[in-house]
């Protein structure tokens, strides 16, 4: 066996490379909690990491597992075989102690770093269950327990209760263990299959904050739901913190068991509510920020305004846009998110109708929509009813002689001639074709 002290000095082996891009890529307390007190083997092709207890293992290989695998591609040009094992002959006292005093808590689940009180959006339909996730990482176990909060898809539950964990991460030696309802769940019937329940129970029992995504998942399971009791209980009475998400309000749940719907609102339930517009653009800001990206402030009304009830949605719109623009070399602007963002956009963008062309391109020039079907050849009134007619064929999908027959009956080598006349104008004025591009964003609104 050769120990991380050891292997310190020994520059040719995989482990110490390995060890040294950890290093670069993950923030010290955790580096230090989490591999100061591992000691490890290697042959050519696999590497095994040990630890001193089975609480210690899972939680390592949850978290790093695929960035250490990740990293021995990268410098090896191989998949490397990475085992994580317990050795009940190590000690993590072994580590040195100044480290200990300063080493995060021990996660067994993946907590995502990036999920963090301070870039998470405070709105007025989330500042309440915020107040009060902030409030349970500063005093776990002590108020608001359990924790539970509702609300739909992707208005920020998961970030909250991870947030939770990573402000307890660095800043005590609190175990935290991290579950969606279906893990937990799926745990549990591989624990019965192997006849190994009482270890199932105890990894619960025995930690400090118990986080549970989605619990709604349990709903109907009555084996799971009954694990779920005793384990809630046995945490509850030693005052251990418990956190759960769902979609629903505990009432609403209606194939829960009662003594659980009683249990879960013995501490705070707090529902969250999709973002207003100002926090959705202010989300948006935030995470243009992120990217290093200039976000124009009408494509990012366009997003708030359009996606209204999932942030989740937002954020990923955001990205696509932002990885567009950086394959294809284009400034993101209203036309490119329109055509980039065109399925996730189309069912709540209305369709432009001839008709709704001619009264705001009328209402743009103060003229009466009805001239746009008469026979008037005035500047006034002709002028404008050409840039209508370039709309539609633009905007709509209406054949040449459809959009005639919309404008009083016209030929469709009429339309055809608007077409034309107004595509040349654009391409021979720079300020004539700003425009028709400011005419036809407010069409598109």
């Known amino acids: 066996m050769q120990s ?47 630890a001193a207890n089975r609480f ?9 597992e695929p960035l250490i695998l990740e990293i021995a591609r990268q410098l090896f040009g191989v998949d490397m075989n990475v085992r994580f094992e317990v050795d009940p002959n190590l000690e993590l006292a072994d580590a040195p102690r100044e480290k200990q005093s300063s ?11 990036r999920f963090t009180f301070e870039n998470f959006v405070v709105g007025s339909g989330n500042e309440f269950c915020y107040a009060a996730s902030r409030a349970v990482a500063e005093r776990p176990g002590e108020i608001y327990n359990p924790l539970y909060i509702y609300g739909g898809v992707g208005l920020g539950k998961t970030h909250l209760i991870q947030a939770v964990a990573n ?39 025995r930690v400090d904050v118990l986080i549970i995504d989605d619990i709604q998942f349990i ?13 809630f209980n046995a945490l509850h009475e030693v005052k251990k913190q418990i956190i759960l998400t769902s979609d629903r309000s505990p009432r609403e749940l209606t194939n829960l068991m009662e003594r659980l719907r009683s249990r879960f609102n013995w501490g705070l339930v707090a529902d969250i509510q999709p973002p207003d517009l100002e926090t959705r653009l202010a989300i948006l800001e935030s995470k243009a920020d992120l990217a290093g990206i200039q976000l124009d402030q009408d494509v990012a009304h366009l997003l708030a305004s359009r996606i209204t009830n999932n942030v989740r949605e937002l954020e990923g719109a955001l990205t696509r846009l932002t990885a567009h623009a950086t394959l294809t070399g284009r400034h993101i602007d209203l036309d490119f998110a329109r055509r980039v963002l065109r399925d996730l956009l189309h069912e709540e963008i209305k369709v432009i109708t001839i008709e709704d062309i001619q009264k705001k391109v009328a209402g743009y020039y103060n003229i009466n929509p009805k001239e746009m079907r008469s026979n008037k050849r005035t500047r006034t009134v002709a002028f404008p009813r050409q840039i209508a007619m370039y709309a539609a064929k633009e905007l709509t999908q209406q054949s040449l002689p459809e959009i ?42």
């Open 4 to 50: 991380f002290s050891v292997m310190v000095n020994t520059r040719s082996n995989k482990w110490e490379r390995i060890r040294q891009e950890l290093m670069n890529r993950i923030p010290t307390s955790r580096f230090d909690a989490w591999f100061q007190p591992v000691h490890t083997e290697e042959n050519e092709f696999t590497l095994t990491i040990k």
């Open 56 to 64: 210690f293992v899972d939680g390592l290989r949850s978290q790093y």
């Open 103 to 113: 080493s995060p808590s021990l996660v067994d689940g993946y907590i995502d770093p």
């Open 167 to 205: 402000e307890l991460i660095g800043n005590n030696h609190t175990r935290i263990a991290y579950r969606t309802g279906e893990s937990f769940t799926n745990e549990l019937i591989q624990a019965i299959r192997n006849n190994s329940t009482d270890d199932f129970r105890n990894q619960y029992r």
């Open 219 to 231: 709903a109907g399971k009555e084996r799971t739901q009954e694990e779920f009791f005793h384990t």
């Open 404 to 445: 005639g027959e919309a404008f009083g009956g016209k030929d469709h080598t009429t339309v055809l001639y608007a077409v034309r006349k107004i595509d040349r104008m654009r391409r021979e004025s720079s300020d004539f074709d700003e425009e028709i591009q400011r005419i036809l964003s407010i069409l598109k609104q």
